[in-house]
């Protein structure tokens, strides 16, 4: 069978992708010339948001699997679409630099004309953070988001918050890496400090608090009791405000720490794109609110509200793996990790 | 009258822009999951192109009307929007960074499923080119890049080819510069080399031209002759494959020149953000051509070209502004520069 | 007189400038790997800060003299260097790339080894920001501050915080550009509203304030007094804590809105260029707080500080040219702006 | 015993680095603003130079020693390092904007001064392609380029060519991958097509060399001649020309098909920034090719090239790891690949 002939036009549909550009200025009669680009940056913005969803999703519906660290190819293909999405993201800051090309007053020229419309009403953003695992209760100034968006869109966030969060999936996986489960590994532990156990009945742990605590300036010692909310077992999977689990902290830092493993090689890679992705999340906000501040000052924004504020609460509560980031505060220097024992090694690494 | 409701979506048309993908492989029930990334990196780009032809619509429009120099605010929109020009080109080089996130193992899922479509078949680049100077006969490889596009779209490149470029609207704009009118400048001209006039009737380019010869080392006595083809007043307005002619060359190298007075400041910006707009160009064709290789290798690219070849060829006789470029090689010391009369200055500067 | 023969090594003292790292992790014989790039990396940064002095100092040198606007290369001249200094920040920006390839682990190897010493040691960034116009009152935490510099360096900073800074500096150019002066141009302006002089005594104010005013939406109405507080002559030349008086900053708007007009190209330029500045100083800020928060968690710095919080208070302080991006606050649309006489328009104009 | 204090001033030696810059326009009593911006770019250049050359000389101690593939954290360093390498190559490159801040005019003002000193001196840049596996005679203008150095760096260059490069620590590492040893994995292979034994003397690239074949339009049959040439075994370890022998290839080629499994994952990434560190090295060239033409035009460099010729040549001819990616001109679809036996599965995988 012949098959049919693609031509880049219409493979790309570019009938509809360039004829959607309407400007409101024209509709007018009051032609604004930077309107166009306002449109186009924005419709560029929501194609890349589009590309993010569809790698979050993926990367998720991997992590769903229950039997990922078989050997199988997939961890490896999670890593590699999460650091896609950071270098998507770079470009969506960099993006910010074209924006800044139109001068307040150009701005003005055609700014009331598109009231009651606003950024904030960017769904697909907000689902790519809830998706990630943002939850609704975590967001700056709920009421105002809300008032934001359509009803279908309201919905679409709210079914995909009611669901597994990537940060949840992670957690999961985090729980059942097989290196951990107990007895198997601990018990070729040789414990030194002869501390009381902590973080669960194996004196690896105690060990490691024991070190981690000695190495504790004066000043730092509310790093202890924080050290103790995290890693030790509570009664609940993972604490109040909290959306990892004792366990999955465990894990995860035992990941920072023996990275050099084999086994432990690609987890540490996928830990630390997550953390790039709220770097490059972070940064975005932060010059995304610059932005607007430029353009607008103290005036209110097209959507009613004080734009630069608004940005400004989400910068520091919008966060998605802020209890990865703060492991680092839990490291120890390399040449006082306690060693593993010969079996522990062998179980690290590839077939002999 | 109540302004009707705009809403981010509808404004946006976004319905449009976030349906306007469906993948090959989809189609033909082998998924392939970087085809998402193809799609949607190829419509980002062309919203892009459609950006910038755009504005280049609108400097062009400008460039055309008689009077440009008087008092107006319009070269400062041409330079502001020719500098918007080359802060989208940085983007779109940059955006080379997320289409290298797809191996040469992941295209190759679908690249077949592609025949015989081609990122050559892109008119909006080509018209963006043709806008701004590029002749069909200066391009690469001419019969191949025809046989790409469909006949529509060669019609509206051909009729843009047969309109006045950007370059001549360069040129024109170079050649009617006010200070330039004989007589009106040089006759307060103090010459000082006794050298026989050059380049036109004047004794100013008469003395320059003594002073750049007296400069020249041995190995660069070439530019001599080539200094008199590019100044010098021949018959017909600009030689036999150039654009320029000789009194917009003299024009051009006088603002380099002189680039401190008032009234040449912003032509000054304008003829280095052309520059940069060639660079740009010519960087993303670069980056362009070394991602193709890198992803086919010697294979046949999906529209029957030898991809990297034909980009290559490409990256040489593109240059739109080169005989601007080339400029530089006739640059003096500031030390050695002719000294202008009081009245020359007083032309060149504000309302005292 | 043959001049000497100069080479590349010696030309850039290469010898001095690569052999000038020594690791304490070498000197302690413990080699840490990465200490090699936490030293060149700051030793860059050093470099680029000692051009950013020589590029601020070079153009604060400029704004001193009294003559400025006359028709010199100069202002140009200005522009160019600010934008240069934009240039450089955007490179310093990117490198924080380098430093996080750097992982907290591999910081750990060193770090104790480094103490007291500290980033916030690095005199010559405070430098730059106190020769454009941070003072010291100003800055967060400002004990600290200066508890970890050296008496010398404490020396320099406060001789420069004595002296007239880049914004001081701008002030007085404002306050003397040509067209403000009394009586000169404001007689030729046909008021329109009838309303009650404002800022200052002319018509022209009373009528952009009644204008302005007209446009406020309800919500907006703390604009109308902050106002008033920027553009009406006080006694003071400019009000506590402001470093811009209201006769500065009504000429600076006035650029923002005329912009268009020859004689105001450049200073518009020259305001937005600050702009930028500011933005680049604050990006850098963020993401250096973001990449230490990173590196050490919630631990202390190895200065004593913890690095992340101080970080965090400068960055809402520091900004330096906060006075000229909040007049944006105070911009209108174009087709409302006053209509300037045609003797007005001469004044702004090039020689006709 | 106490630790001596460390302070950031002593410990980066700015007394050295920030009090190495001599302008030649000062010496000369005719100053010159740009001259250091010019010295300053350069030793910002050369301390990431001696960065790179860091990295790369740990990176090739590690490749050095027999056992790397045993379950050592060791490929994986090579990997960070490489990509490290990257990240510094990206930022050299963005660094070419800072220099392009200087315009021609400006570096006139100085260039004459710096005769016959040239960029082409900078032997570090010339060491860090020696030691990734440049050879002299792979060199553009080797003449040129011998005559612009001082003997001592000559001599430590063509000490560095003596030794093994990278590519070679590179070549000998694929031929001893672990997984490639004769009959160990082989003999479980199921061939299907029956095909005569290519490139050695298993069956499974005999098999391989059938699929491709098959694939191969009519106008890519010189990629036939092109495969047997390079992965069939000759007599000599690498043919004339090559620095990668047969089987080097061939394990290369093999990594990048089946790079999902465990093991080949890293060995996967290691390749992927070859060609990265490749493609950066060629987008600086490219760039700094550019802006070269741009400052100077068609005249003769301060070291008396023609600048641009010299650098356009070395464009195409520089490529360290072009064999690596004309590998790609060789893969097949995902879905044709041969089946490998469960034996084989299980060797390129984890612990059980």
Not at 29 to 41: N, T, Y
Not at 45 to 74: C, G, H, R, T
Not at 132 to 148: D, N, P, T, V
Not at 227 to 239: I, K, L, R
Request: with cysteine; hydrophobic share 40%; net charge negative.
């Amino acid at each position: 069978m012949q098959q049919k002939q693609v031509h880049y036009s219409d493979y790309l549909q570019l009938d509809k992708i360039l004829n959607a550009q309407v400007l409101e200025s024209d509709l007018l009669q009051q032609h604004a010339h930077d309107e166009m680009l306002f449109i186009v940056i924005h419709q560029a913005y929501e194609l890349w948001f589009k590309q993010l969803l569809y790698e979050v999703d993926s990367v998720a519906a991997i992590m769903q699997k229950p039997a990922l660290n078989d050997n199988s190819p997939e961890l490896q293909t999670v890593v590699h679409r999460l650091n896609r999405t950071v270098t998507i993201l770079k470009v969506l800051v960099h993006q910010i630099d074209i924006m800044e090309t139109m001068t307040p007053m150009d701005f003005l020229d055609f700014r009331d004309m598109l009231r009651p419309a606003s950024g904030f009403q960017s769904w697909q953003f907000k689902l790519v953070e809830a998706k990630l695992g943002l939850k609704y209760q975590q967001r700056h100034a709920q009421e105002y988001y809300i008032s934001q968006l359509r009803q279908e869109h309201i919905d679409i966030i709210r079914r995909v918050e009611s669901e597994k969060s990537f940060i949840e999936l992670l957690n999961a996986w985090l729980e059942r890496m097989p290196f951990f489960e107990e007895g198997e590994n601990w018990k070729h532990y040789k414990p030194v400090s002869g501390a009381p156990a902590a973080g669960g009945n194996d004196p690896f742990w105690a060990d490691y608090r024991a070190i981690y605590s000695g190495g504790l300036a004066e000043a730092e010692q509310s790093n202890q009791q924080y050290f103790d909310t995290v890693f030790s077992d509570g009664s609940s999977p993972a604490q109040e405000g909290r959306q990892l689990s004792p366990r999955a902290c465990r894990a995860a830092l035992f990941i920072m720490l023996y990275r050099g493993y084999p086994i432990l090689q690609l987890p540490f890679q996928l830990l630390n794109s997550l953390l790039e992705i709220d770097e490059q999340l972070s940064t975005w906000r932060y010059r995304h609110m610059s932005m607007v501040h430029r353009m607008i000052g103290t005036r209110i924004g097209t959507g009613g509200s004080t734009g630069r504020d608004y940005l400004k609460g989400a910068l520091d509560k919008h966060y998605i793996f802020a209890e990865i980031a703060r492991l680092t505060s839990f490291l120890i220097e390399r040449r006082k990790l306690p060693v593993l024992s010969p079996e522990m090694e062998k179980r690290l690494g590839f077939v002999g």
